[in-house]
């Protein structure tokens, strides 16, 4: 994938992207045999408002990982204590920080539902963020 590719894929998942760090790929084997298909698919990390998030092509599906955002699928929890949905009820190789996609259609959808599930960890309610917990004496 290559990095217009790859920020196709943000935008249309509804992420702003601060900047982008091309990475080797980190699937293939570091040897002679697959040199070519290492540089022609290189892995990014890229920098959005919630954390980083890593993405490249495996051999036949897209890893997302998002490790260093505060999201965990099946743990994380809203601002009142609720149960924050998976990242995808999908057959899939997936983890509480990485799901891999089969194929763009389905890192867009992935990415954009991550984007969602970002945004309902970070979210505190206004009226939550001015009243300071009353004191009882």
Request: proline content about 4%; aromatic content about 12%; overall charge negative.
């Amino acid at each position: 994938m290559n990095e217009e590719e790859m920020r196709a894929l943000f935008l249309l998942a509804g992420f702003e992207i601060s900047s982008v760090y091309e990475l080797a790929n980190e699937y293939w084997p570091v040897c002679e045999e697959y040199s070519e298909t290492r540089r022609k698919s290189p892995w990014w990390l890229v920098k959005t408002e919630y954390g980083l998030i890593k993405l490249g092509w495996r051999k036949r599906v897209i890893e997302i990982v998002w490790e260093d955002t505060p999201y965990r699928a099946g743990k994380s929890k809203l601002w009142d204590g609720r149960d924050i949905d998976i990242l995808t009820e999908h057959e899939v190789t997936k983890g509480e920080t990485y799901v891999h996609a089969w194929g763009y259609a389905r890192a867009v959808e992935y990415l954009g539902t991550l984007h969602l599930r970002l945004r309902q960890v970070t979210h505190v309610p206004d009226d939550e963020k001015k009243s300071p917990p009353t004191k009882l004496i």
